[in-house]
């Protein structure tokens, strides 16, 4: 398969169609994690032909002085060996028959068609930062298209640790 499909714009993989709509929405609205300093929330999934949006938003409180110096310190800190700095903020999915996919585990896009499923970061503002605070909005791509799946998520600098909940365009959070 090439890097994209003829009159179709990118990558299938790689996010949603240019123009094309979600066929279906479901708002969710609910933390999935939190800890004294943080928490995280599924905001709302989106389906698309190819693949779902999950977006999501966290937000935190240094209890080190400014958020912005507590999170460039986290980026320096090694994680595990084999692991990332314990600011960034990790995203993966289970679905049934055990297969999984992380935010972590891969080319940002990759040129050719990868095994599904694959799970990426779309995009978002960034970290808004304020004195102590910081919050994102983010928007997370899994392909190919799922109904249901585990959403799980860790954020180690602000104390959450992996969290697991299942989601689904017919019931939301379960």
């Known amino acids: 398969m090439g890097e994209s499909f003829a009159g179709r714009g990118q990558a299938r993989w790689l996010g949603p169609q240019a123009g094309e709509t979600a066929s279906a929405v479901r708002a969710i609205n609910e933390v999935v994690a939190r800890s004294g300093q943080a928490s995280v929330s599924v905001v709302e999934l989106r389906r698309f032909s190819d693949g779902c949006i999950v977006q999501v938003e966290a937000a935190a409180t240094s209890s080190a002085g400014p958020a912005g110096e507590a999170l460039r310190a986290g980026m320096a800190m090694s994680g595990d060996v084999a ?92």
Request: aromatic share 12%; no cysteine; hydrophobic share 40%.
């Open 83 to 174: 692991g990332p700095p314990p600011a960034v903020l990790r995203f993966g999915v289970q679905l049934d028959g055990g297969a999984t996919a992380s935010t972590l585990d891969h080319v940002i896009a990759p040129a050719a068609e990868p095994e599904p499923p694959y799970f990426s970061v779309l995009g978002g503002p960034g970290f808004d930062i304020e004195g102590n605070r910081l919050s994102t909005r983010q928007e997370l791509w899994l392909w190919p298209a799922y109904d249901e799946f585990g959403l799980v998520v860790e954020w180690p600098l602000f104390e959450i640790s992996s969290t697991r909940i299942s989601l689904s365009f017919d019931q939301g959070i379960r």
